[in-house]
């Protein structure tokens, strides 16, 4: 998902379950949990972390930004046993196995209910993907949400030994909470870990007017998580894999074919279509067309002419019968970008 902010480019991850709730002035608490219903897991076998992730470009956090406290819901703790309290940030999103630890502190969890730690010096994070977790004790107790997709409550550990945090890929066992390989635990829910963290930066959110082409600037994460369509030659556009990985918690599928150009919908007024005509299709997780609004956008981006790439901007024709809507576009080395709320006919545009 594209949003304009001090003319940059930042995706989407994450949005779908990311509850944003009022704190103190100027902080927000990052919570993926989104129902009322709890269930209790507790820590058997091994010493084990289990953490969640949260996208702070979703949250509306600006970068640099600084998280003041971290908390989790306490079923049973194990008092006297040491436990580490743990912040990593991650470039590129995904998996967390490649995250830079920039926090580590150690606390004795004494009592059942919510425990909160507060930072005497908040900790600063860069990167817009952030891992917050506990590693806990055997027999210790934690509380998750009962309700939606595990896909973003982690678990790490290595059997019989502790694995190093500096670096989770070292972790024999990491992976998602969702029922999948590697930990094969479905906790039907998140883990009740929270945040509240503040923007350092100072950063407002300027919307781009429809019709206008901005440049921005963005890191080669943005190219990363970028993906070409693999369907009947729509290798010219791309999609935002971690707006459907992620945001959706994979619920969603997108697929693209090239449609025939005497179907193209009139012109919008002062604009000229240009290049291929493209079919977009988005599907839930039940396989049935979505065609109504999205309830999160997805950015997409076309590899315009090279002569009509600093006047391209992107269209979207829906409804019945079908009419060319121009989107807030922004460009991207040899890209023009948009936010996608629904599916239908994706071109480029030119204004004349």
């Known amino acids: ?22 704190a103190n002035a100027g902080a927000v608490i990052l919570n993926i949990n989104s129902g009322t219903d709890s269930t209790v897991w507790f820590i058997s076998g091994e010493a084990s972390l289990v953490m969640n992730g949260f996208d702070l470009d979703t949250a509306g956090v600006a970068r640099p930004a600084a998280i003041d406290k971290v908390s989790i819901e306490v079923n049973t703790p194990v008092p006297g046993a040491s436990i580490d309290v743990l912040i990593y940030e991650d470039a590129n999103g995904g998996s967390p196995s490649d995250a830079r630890l920039v926090s580590q502190t150690q606390v004795d969890i004494q009592q ?20 917050i977790g506990f590693y806990l004790p ?32 070292s972790a024999q066992i990491l992976g998602s909470a969702d029922g999948s390989a590697p930990v094969n635990i479905n906790l039907g829910g998140k883990a009740r870990i929270t945040a509240e963290i503040t923007s350092t930066s100072g950063q407002t959110t300027t919307p781009a007017a429809p019709g ?14 970028m993906r070409p369509y693999q369907y009947l030659a729509c290798d010219t556009l791309f999609y935002d894999r971690e707006d459907i ?7 969603i599928a997108s697929t693209c074919a090239l449609s025939w150009i005497g179907y193209n919908p009139p012109n919008p007024a002062n604009y000229v279509q ?20 999205l309830p999160l956008k997805i950015t997409h981006c076309i590899r315009p002419n090279a002569a009509d790439i600093d006047r391209a901007v992107i269209g979207v024709a829906y409804g019945s019968p079908r009419r060319w809507i121009i989107e807030p576009s922004l460009r991207f080395g040899d890209l023009v970008c948009a936010e996608i709320g629904r599916g239908g006919f994706l071109a480029y545009f030119v204004p004349v």
């Open 138 to 169: 055997v027999n210790f107790r934690f509380v998750a949400d009962a309700s939606g997709s595990s896909v973003l409550t982690y678990w790490a550990w290595t059997p019989g030994s502790r694995f190093d945090v500096n670096n989770l890929a």
């Open 274 to 293: 240009k290049q291929l005509l493209y079919d977009v299709t988005f599907y839930n997780d039940k396989g049935q067309v979505q065609t109504g609004e």
């Open 112 to 131: 059942a209910g919510t425990f909160t730690l507060t930072y005497p010096t908040p900790v600063v994070v860069n990167q817009r993907a952030v891992w």
């Open 212 to 225: 206008t082409v901005q440049t921005g600037n963005v890191s080669s994460d943005f190219f990363n998580i």
């Open 1 to 22: 998902m594209l949003k304009f902010r001090n003319w940059l480019l930042v995706g989407l991850m994450i949005a779908l379950v990311t509850v944003i709730l009022p």
């Open 245 to 251: 990985d992620v945001g959706y918690n994979g619920s």
